[in-house]
């Protein structure tokens, strides 16, 4: 089964800070991968996510993400974070399985704090 | 508000009752998942819907727990015979079917179940 690993449980960074979060995957086949975040008090939105192409791709509000098929990783990143930045981070992946729901399989989640 | 609603959004029970969740979803999405997110944790899938076919469920989802999605466009979730373990927030999410592409999943805010 598939599995998503998510480091950074809290991560606390000053404004200006950058950032840098680490997602790893398990699953040998052809994935997509996402990033959603958690503002408080609001419902999961969707960040990011890779389909196929060029390995780094770019969301909304500067952040971007870089996937290493060799590693299995979909690592998120922003050069600058910004106070309203604090929110819960969650990288999941879809696997193609035959028959398969196309399911979302979350990370456990990192909690980012910015310190104004 | 179009996005996807969640009602209600806040349940309190008691061990042993009964309790169910209505999830509305975007109106043009065909397809509806049901999510459940315990704290410290990603979201883990529960089950989904295609139009009103049910076409999967998690091992997650046991004899206690029933979705139903009628007429295709809202759905239910049931948990009879509650138990503490069963305490969470229950997320819905939905999307459009489309052949050869994958839609995003658009999230409610959540049920957060509470089992006295």
């Known amino acids: 089964a598939q599995s998503v690993s998510q480091h950074n449980h809290h991560v606390i960074l000053s404004e200006a800070a950058s950032l840098e979060l680490g997602c790893n995957y398990s699953y040998g086949g052809t994935v997509n991968l996402f990033w959603y975040v958690q503002y408080p008090g609001q419902h999961l939105q969707l960040l990011l996510k890779?389909?196929?192409?060029?390995?780094l791709v770019k969301g909304i509000k500067g952040f971007e993400a870089e996937f290493i098929k060799s590693k299995f990783s979909f690592n998120l990143r922003k050069p600058s974070v910004q106070w309203s930045d604090t929110a819960e981070y969650f990288c999941a992946v879809i696997s193609f399985q035959r028959g398969s729901a196309r399911q979302l399989t979350f990370g456990s989640g990192t909690q980012l704090t910015v310190l104004p | 508000d179009t996005g996807v609603s969640q009602d209600p959004r806040h349940k309190i029970t008691k061990r042993g009752q009964n309790v169910t969740f209505r999830c509305d979803p975007i109106s043009e999405h065909n397809r509806l998942y049901w999510y459940r997110q315990t704290l410290g944790q990603g979201p883990e899938f529960l089950t989904y819907?295609?139009?009103?076919?049910?076409?999967?469920k998690s091992r997650l989802l046991s004899d206690r727990f029933s979705a139903e999605r009628p007429k295709g466009s809202f759905s239910t979730l049931e948990i009879q015979r509650t138990e503490q373990g069963d305490s969470a927030m229950y997320l819905c999410?939905?999307?459009?079917?489309?052949?050869?592409?994958?839609?995003?999943?658009?999230f409610g805010p959540g049920t957060r179940l509470t089992v006295l």
């Open positions: 890779y389909f196929s192409g060029d390995p």
């Open positions: 999410a939905s999307s459009l079917l489309e052949t050869g592409i994958y839609n995003e999943q658009f």
């Open positions: 819907f295609q139009n009103e076919a049910q076409l999967e």
